[in-house]
């Protein structure tokens, strides 16, 4: 049984910064990539950043490239993602997703698992 377990989310003034977890377990995500998502209320889910579970790239969304990144712990089986520099906007659930397609395409349906998400909320 597959699981990712999302955590680290929580309250945060503007300019701070948090970082969120995500151990896999169930399967071998050797020849995955791993993202992560958001959605905020009312609004659609949408990508923030991709890494290969292999190593090599990253990819970004344009509204966090340059203040989060995406890292990976092989030896923990754990995905990461440092968010410097929040924002109000980046208020939302956070959700780590495990797709087995190939790289260059980041759309929800791409991916395959999804942990239950964590709340981030950013302060003015």
């Known amino acids: 049984q597959v699981q990712l377990v999302e955590s680290g989310g929580g309250l945060v003034q503007a300019g701070g910064s948090l970082r969120l977890s995500c151990p896999a377990s169930?399967?071998?995500?050797?020849?995955?990539?791993m993202g992560w998502f958001r959605q905020a209320p009312g609004k659609e889910r949408e990508f923030v950043a991709a890494?290969?579970?292999?190593?090599?790239?990253?990819y970004y969304a344009d509204s966090v490239r340059g203040r989060f990144t995406i890292s990976r712990d092989n030896a923990k089986n754990t995905v990461y993602l440092q968010m410097n520099s929040l924002k109000p906007e980046d208020t939302a659930v956070y959700y780590c997703a495990a797709s087995s397609t190939a790289w260059g395409r980041f759309e929800p349906d791409d991916y395959d698992y999804w942990g239950q998400g964590t709340q981030v909320t950013v302060s003015s």
């Open positions: 890494i290969r579970w292999s190593g090599g790239p990253t």
């Open positions: 169930g399967r071998t995500f050797s020849s995955y990539k």
